[in-house]
């Protein structure tokens, strides 16, 4: 095998650097990975608290998923999307068997931006309706239309966003943009935007798309009943409400769904990321109703690859994962262990201003010394920095001001100890000498 520095150079010719997070030809090369951990080409092994890209959630490389690609690999990788295969019947049904009533029709396709593209376009088919709005501090992918409905970032230099996209005042507590404090301010956010919408929409809205806990925003928790009221005041102005569960669905919150917490049902749901086990594949799901109307009206969205039997092979194998290694449950058990750890921090460092998040996403927010809420980016950025030096692996958002945690399912309690001797480890290096205010 080529060492890194080789590698790295013939990166420096041939790779297009266009990859989220990172804008340099440096490494770790990563070459294989099982579980938690992640090996690079020098040897090196990694703990891995982002779980690739959110997408190993299951563990890398699960065995249950790779013999079912494996079969696919035996028998029918590709299919005419115009027909349907017996695998991508089987994951349809088995989709349906975990959604709440009355959502039971899928459609699959390859990735979140895609699916979250071809929910808004069934929501305007349905409604006839044109205008969507998401919160702005959402993350829904960078497609065209799904670029136009993230907020979170990514926006500079792309020209004029797809028209029809809106952003409504996100449900940010730490740092609310009206200066509310919850439960006093009764979803002020909400009534804001929708006041905001109603006097831009060009005619009828047709939705509203959220997440359940926006993870790339900065894992940001709305409170309690805030879901809840996004769907009434939808259903008033007969919006459809889409939840985007690609980064928190499946399990990983510690429930099935992160919109079970409100006990909501929405009108379409979208799943990706660790659906495919580290295949990619995204499905989107609606109702029979919705899907009738939509379906009658000419309604077509597809790709060369859309339901293909291998990537369908694996959405089977995972959900296989997630129920009977009872995921839900090892997500609460391992977001205790990690709450925990984080909590200790916050206790020893003033660095840290937040703690937040659910089960195998959860993430803390950065501040500066002095009692206010700046953010603290660099300091954010150094100790990612040192902890991915020392063998750590997480994201960072907001600016670098939040620290973003994503561990698999397969993540022990001593794996998450270890992860937090290294992060304690990148906080005392940040924090020697009073510099940005070790308690």
């Known amino acids: 095998m080529r060492t890194e520095a080789e590698l790295l150079e013939t990166a420096r010719r041939y790779s297009f650097r266009g990859r989220m997070d990172k804008a340099q030809f440096t490494g770790p090369v990563f070459v294989r990975g099982s579980g938690t951990v992640v090996e690079d080409v020098n040897g090196k092994r990694f703990l891995d608290f982002n779980s690739g890209q959110m997408c190993a959630a299951l563990g890398h490389n699960h065995p249950r998923v790779a013999a079912a690609v494996k079969e696919a690999c035996d028998t029918l990788m590709h299919a005419h999307s115009s027909h349907f295969n017996v695998k991508e019947i089987e994951l349809a049904e088995r989709v349906a068997g975990i959604m709440p009533a009355p959502l039971k029709k899928t459609l699959f396709l390859q990735s979140g931006a895609d699916a979250n593209e071809a929910a808004v376009n069934i929501a305007r088919k349905y409604t006839g309706g044109h205008d969507v709005a998401s919160p702005h501090i959402s993350f ?67 939705a509203v798309i959220t997440e359940p806990l926006f993870s790339a925003g900065g894992v940001i928790e709305p409170p309690p009943g805030w879901l809840k009221r996004l769907k009434e005041m939808c259903e008033a102005r007969g919006m459809l409400l889409i939840v985007d569960e690609e980064q928190t669905g499946l399990g990983k919150l510690g429930t099935m769904f992160g919109f079970e917490r409100d006990g909501v049902v929405p009108d379409v749901v979208t799943i990706a990321k660790h659906f495919g086990g580290g295949v990619s594949i995204s499905a989107v799901t609606t109702s029979a109703e919705i899907e009738d109307k939509v379906a009658a009206a000419e309604f077509v969205v597809t790709h060369s690859h859309s339901n293909d039997p291998l990537i369908c092979a694996a959405g089977i194998a995972s959900l296989d994962v997630i129920a009977e290694e009872d995921v839900p449950a090892k997500a609460r058990s391992i977001g205790q262990r990690l709450k925990e750890r984080l909590t200790a921090l916050a206790q020893r460092f003033k660095l840290i201003g937040d703690i937040r998040g659910r089960g195998l996403l959860q993430g803390i927010e950065l501040v500066k010394e002095g009692g206010g809420r700046e953010p603290a980016k660099k300091e954010g950025a150094a100790i990612a920095r040192f902890c991915l030096e020392r063998g750590l692996i997480f994201s960072q958002r907001r600016g670098g001001s939040v620290l973003r945690f994503v561990p698999p399912a397969t993540t022990t309690p001593e794996q998450v100890d270890e992860a937090a001797e290294i992060l304690t480890e990148g906080f005392e290096r940040m924090t020697a000498g009073g510099g940005t205010g070790a308690a």
């Not at 929409?201 to 047709?206: D, F, N």
Request: aromatic share 12%.
């Open 140 to 206: 829904h992918g960078l497609s065209d239309t799904t670029r136009a409905l993230t907020f979170a970032g990514w926006h500079a230099g792309y020209g004029p966003a797809a028209p029809g996209a809106h952003a409504i005042v996100a449900p940010y507590c730490y740092r609310c943009p009206l200066n509310h404090s919850f439960p006093a301010c009764e979803f002020a956010c909400l009534k804001v935007s929708f006041d905001l919408l109603d006097a831009e929409a060009s005619g009828r809205p047709a």
